[in-house]
């Protein structure tokens, strides 16, 4: 593979997201406005919302997905032996046992899940397919999982909707780096208050198997080739609403953009009324007859002595 060839099949590849990843901007905009933002600087602000109601509809979609796929008091699988081979054996004691083990690596993995991040990791995901209808697992089978955002990934489907490039792109600490790439960044002149580089991960469907390559800067990075097979690849592209042809999904806000347009529409016109309506100012004429100590103590519908024209409001 090329020098910087994942990079720039990147660049190609970005082109063919734009549309779906600035929907996904208008979405959040109406829902979460920092969920998938347009900048995501560390100074950057976001504009607050005049509406709240679909933050709160996505956080509980969210919630109730969550609790479907990971519920926390009982497995959320089933692992079971094929029916005909029970029926093979005649011994109960057999199959007793047989569904003790069983039970007892799922007992294992709901506890490995309950103590790792999985959950977090999938309930970010969830919010981000409800919003932008799009999210990239990695689920390595050791470390943390994490949850790729639409606009840090690229993918590339055929037209059965199999994945078949997958490109992430990253910010990672210069530091970080294996040190046989920082001292080719330092020979190409590129090192000059370097802090953060743009890792990029490339993944590829070559016949039964998955190959990965990393690089940087155009670089590849050492120990970064490997492959997976097809069923056990731990990058694991998701959408919400599956459009068939298309590389990537539509989300479920979408469906309702135009509802939660309107209402913003409203709120705005609403808080900002409310807010022109809630200051009110009486001008007295200080020539006139009226007192305005008189005004001031007078009861609601009591009587004062003075002239409508002294006073306006």
Same mark, same amino acid.
């Given at each position: ?23 996904? !901007? ?9 969920? %998938? ?7 950057? &602000? !976001? ?33 079971? $032996?094929?029916?005909? %081979? ?24 709901? @506890?490995?899940?309950?103590?790792? =991040?999985?959950?977090? /990791? /999938? ?8 919003? @932008? ?7 390595? &089978? ?20 199999? /994945? ?32 953060? +580089?743009? $890792?990029? &991960? !490339? ?23 490997? =492959?997976?097979? /097809? ?6 592209? #998701? ?31 609403? +808080?900002?009324?409310? +807010? ?7 001008? #007295? ?6 007192? &305005? ?21």
């Amino acid at each position: 593979m090329p020098s910087g060839f994942i990079e720039k099949r990147y660049r190609e590849l970005e082109i063919h997201r734009t549309p779906f990843l600035l929907r996904a !901007y208008d979405c959040s905009k109406l829902t979460i406005p920092s969920l %998938i933002p347009e900048h995501k600087e560390p100074t950057a &602000t !976001y504009k607050t919302p005049f509406q709240s109601a679909g933050a709160r509809g996505v956080n509980n979609l969210a919630a109730k997905l969550l609790l479907a796929l990971l519920p926390p008091n009982m497995p959320f699988f089933r692992l079971r $032996v094929d029916n005909l %081979i029970l029926e093979r054996e005649q011994d109960e004691k057999f199959k007793t046992e047989i569904e003790e083990g069983l039970s007892k690596i799922e007992q294992l993995v709901m @506890g490995d899940v309950g103590s790792s =991040t999985d959950r977090t /990791v /999938v309930f970010e995901g969830i919010k981000h397919l409800i919003v @932008g209808g799009n999210a990239l697992f990695h689920i390595p &089978t050791k470390g943390n999982a994490r949850c790729f955002h639409l606009d840090q990934y690229v993918v590339r489907r055929d037209p059965s909707g199999s /994945v078949m490039e997958i490109i992430v792109r990253e910010e990672v600490a210069a530091s970080l780096l294996p040190k046989a790439v920082v001292s080719q960044i330092d020979a190409n002149g590129e090192s000059k208050d370097l802090k953060n +580089v743009a $890792v990029f &991960t !490339y993944v590829k469907r070559d016949g039964d198997v998955f190959k990965i390559q990393q690089e940087a800067k155009g670089i590849p990075i050492p120990n970064s080739y490997g =492959t997976y097979p /097809v069923a056990a690849c731990p990058w694991i592209p #998701v959408r919400f609403v599956r459009v068939d042809g298309l590389d990537y999904g539509r989300s479920y806000v979408e469906e309702y953009l135009g509802d939660l347009a309107s209402l913003e529409a409203l709120s705005q016109c609403i +808080v900002e009324g409310s +807010v022109a309506s809630a200051k009110m100012i009486f001008l #007295v004429n200080p020539n006139g007859m009226t007192n &305005t100590k008189d005004l001031a103590e007078t009861a609601n519908c009591g009587f004062v002595a003075g002239r409508a024209e002294d006073v306006t409001c």
